[in-house]
């Protein structure tokens, strides 16, 4: 009986390799990635490695131990001095570059950086310093409800847990990871394009939705590592990792990297 169950289990894991294999010659494992869709992620290549060839903790510290020699102290790039004005931030920087919020805001902000301040603009008097950025109405709008939930309900001040966060309009969970990682220091993933891509092409944490990844990221990465997790990853696939054409031969974590298609 115990040698049938051990046929069993390896005639399983053969069949899962095999399967795998031949999802990569079928091309129903991608196998380079693709451009960045927005606001669909579920477009991007999901690698999905067998359990035996799945990357162990050493290759995880060692990758993230070289991201934090490489960058000590990474933060966010957009523009902030108080949880507010990163709250406002994050919730403009959907379907849009850091660049270009860190542009409006640059004058915003100067004019009205707390929510009484902004509330008292009206949607109409925001939406002239925002109208560069996409979406900008409907973004807007909700800008203005968060504000006034905040004074109703949060004395003006920005809640550090995610219930009542993600209560907010235009705050989804990816925003308020956002916030509570890097105004609050909390352990926290926020996954967003560049984080999925380089979690599955990298084998660091492989996932076919966004929920999956964060939750594998949280459970996998080393501790030590996590607080800063997001800012490296994020940073990685946005000037190293990229979507159209990685630069591998440039990569500080080539040869970690699970990756196989790699470029020069």
């Known amino acids: ?59 995880r510290t060692a990758i993230f131990t070289r991201l934090r020699d490489a960058n000590p102290n990474p933060t966010t790039e957009l523009n902030y001095t108080t949880p507010f004005e990163l709250l406002v931030a994050v919730i403009l920087s959907a379907q849009a570059t850091d660049v270009g919020v860190n542009k409006a805001t640059d004058k915003l902000y100067p004019v009205a950086n707390t929510p009484a301040a902004i509330l008292a603009l009206g949607v109409d008097g925001l939406k002239s310093y925002i109208k560069t950025i996409g979406l900008f109405n ?32 235009g705050v989804g969970r990816k925003t308020a990871n956002v916030v509570l990682n890097t105004a609050f220091g909390q352990p926290t993933m926020a996954v967003d394009t560049h984080i999925f891509r380089v979690a599955n092409r990298t084998g660091i944490a492989p996932g076919k939705d966004v929920l999956a990844v964060e939750n594998r990221l949280v459970r ?37 990297c699970e990756f196989k298609q790699k470029t020069s």
């Not at 800008?143 to 993600?166: F, M, Y």
């Open 138 to 169: 409907t973004k807007a709008e909700n800008v203005i409800k968060t504000c006034q939930a905040l004074l109703d309900k949060h004395n003006g001040q920005v809640p550090d847990n995610r219930k009542d966060l993600e209560a907010l309009p």
């Open 1 to 59: 009986m115990a040698l049938s169950a051990s046929l069993l289990l390896l005639l399983q894991c053969f069949y899962r390799s095999f399967s795998f294999c031949c999802g990569i010659l079928s091309g129903s494992v991608c196998q380079s990635g693709c451009p960045d869709l927005i606001g669909s992620l579920r477009t991007q290549p999901v690698y999905d490695y067998p359990l035996w060839c799945r990357m162990n903790k050493e290759k």
């Open 220 to 256: 996998l990465i080393p501790a030590e590592f996590l607080l800063d997790a997001h800012h490296w990853l994020i940073l990685h696939g946005r000037y190293v990792c990229k979507a159209r054409k990685p630069q591998c031969g440039s990569c500080i974590i080539e040869d970690l």
